[in-house]
């Protein structure tokens, strides 16, 4: 074969990420916040829009040439292996989850924050305290149910790291025992900085004390009349708690080396809130209505007798294209934000769905969850359910929660044949053990069974390690312990 140049026609299929495009797959990732952020840099660099209509309303600008067609609404959606989301239909109605049948329906509201409460709520993402906070969970909680309930306490946390909410609040609205909550507050109240967590002054100083094993009989005495020394009473505090004063003016000394407030050395003091983006309440007929939190959300529309104005101005053929690219760019950016918002409302609701009973009856009945399923049941892709719970906070009666919370692991078992969730499994290991009788001490190998009778397929090694996870010693240590304390 003799060699030589040659010219060869060829023809392939590619997909090209356009600007525009890879600008709303970006949208799906900021918070209503970061939004509002966007929305402010996009009003001072083009002068067609303005801040003056409902947010999602895009309304009927002028027809101009274009050379490239705006994105339709599965363009802006597109996102990985070359797959489209569908696109939404929604019926002009609340959004609202029907108990019974599963189905709904959504829309969003057209007004302004008068469709919702404007909730402004200091918790999860305060930009240092919280973050530090946070950092720590995961190697300090012995298990995820445990971490749940501590991120939902260090989302409470004011700015100088006080807790400000009764226990027994917190305890109602996630549905838990009291006693998990006060454990959950142990660990937030063991993480750094020392006497974070705390509900009053003294407990602050008290974590700090004994951090520093000074928290002896005297010390407890002083740090348990902190309104004495405030009023100055330092003979009567000298003598209740029987010291000289050489002794008094070193504690003193101790404490005056306390932080009082020890979430004020992380951003200055300020502590960002928490808005959510999606509101869930109950619609009073035993479903759901969710709704974006518009309250956020800046009204943007095209200003057409402004772009009629500046038309009339346009001599030349470079003033026109420039004018008209301003238009495309009002126009795609509405289209883009309101599909956003169409797909966070939609991924929010199928969230709701599958953890309907958390919704109920608190953090016991988180079911297993993963991005494939969601986006599965919602004939989206996996990696667009990633950016819509990237950044988002749901509010319920129950708190404020990052969508990302709602996945929680699963494990084999359940008559539905879609397995368990990890933390209901141990509750309901926690259950039989409590329930033991002192002559009949359940082991491993009889749980499993009981379990597997319930309808949960757990190997023996799987029950041992939960058993352990939630703080229940084996069959012989409880054995040995109760006949110790006679029971």
């Not at 909550?181 to 750094?192: H, I, K, R």
């Not at 700090?208 to 009989?217: F, G, H, L, S, T």
């Not at 200003?303 to 003033?319: E, I, M, T, W």
């Not at 499993?448 to 397929?457: R, S, T």
């Amino acid at each position: 074969m003799a060699l030589g140049p040659r010219l060869d026609l060829r023809q392939t299929q590619s997909l090209v990420m356009t600007p525009q495009l890879q600008q709303a797959i970006k949208l799906l990732a900021l918070s209503n916040l970061e939004i509002e952020a966007f929305i402010g840099e996009a009003l001072e660099a083009n002068p067609l829009l303005d801040a003056g209509g409902a947010l999602g309303e895009a309304e009927a600008a002028p027809e101009v040439p274009e050379t490239d067609a705006p994105a339709t609404a599965d363009e802006l959606m597109l996102a990985g292996a070359g797959e489209a989301d569908a696109p939404l239909d929604l019926d002009p109605a609340a959004l609202d989850i029907d108990r019974d049948t599963g189905d709904w329906s959504a829309t969003l509201p057209s007004g302004s924050g008068e469709d919702g409460p404007d909730i402004t709520e200091l918790g999860g993402e305060a930009p240092s305290l919280a973050d530090h906070l946070e950092a720590q969970i995961g190697p300090a909680a012995p298990n995820p149910r445990l971490a749940f309930i501590a991120r939902h306490i260090i989302g409470l946390l004011d700015e100088a790291g006080y807790l400000p909410v009764p226990l027994r609040e917190i305890a109602g609205d996630l549905g838990i025992a009291l006693a998990e909550a006060e454990e959950a507050l142990a660990l937030v109240q063991s993480l750094d900085p020392t006497g974070v967590g705390a509900r009053s002054l003294s407990e602050c100083l008290i974590l700090q004390a004994k951090e520093a094993d000074r928290y002896d009989p005297c010390m407890q005495v002083l740090l348990a009349n902190l309104d004495l020394l405030a009023k100055g009473s330092v003979a009567q505090l000298k003598r209740i708690c029987d010291v000289d004063d050489e002794d008094f003016a070193e504690m003193m000394a101790e404490i005056r080396g306390y932080d009082p407030k020890p979430g004020l050395r992380f951003g200055g003091g300020m502590a960002a809130p928490v808005v959510p983006d999606i509101l869930v309440t109950p619609d009073g007929a035993g479903g759901w209505d969710i709704r974006i939190n518009q309250a956020t959300l800046p009204r943007l529309v095209v200003n057409r007798s402004y772009y009629v104005s500046l038309k009339a101005g346009c001599a030349d053929k470079q003033s026109r294209g420039w004018l008209s690219e301003k238009l495309a760019d009002a126009n795609w950016l509405i289209k883009a934000l309101d599909q956003r918002q169409k797909t966070i409302l939609k991924v929010a609701a199928e969230i709701v769905k599958q953890q309907d009973g958390f919704f109920r009856r608190g953090v016991s009945d988180l079911r297993p969850l993963t991005l494939a399923k969601v986006a599965e049941a919602i004939e989206m892709h996996e990696s667009t359910v990633s950016r819509v719970t990237s950044n988002k906070y749901l509010n319920c009666p129950r708190g404020t929660f990052e969508l990302k919370y709602f996945f929680t692991s699963g494990v084999g078992g359940g008559t539905d044949g879609e397995g368990a969730s990890a933390e209901a499994v141990k509750a309901r290991i926690k259950a039989l053990i409590d329930a033991e009788a002192a002559d009949a001490i359940l082991s491993d190998d009889t749980l499993v069974d009981m379990l597997k009778a319930e309808g949960f397929d757990l190997a023996r090694r799987t029950v041992a390690k939960y058993r352990e996870a939630i703080g229940i010693g084996s069959s012989v240590q409880r054995r040995r312990a109760k006949k110790l304390a006679g029971v």
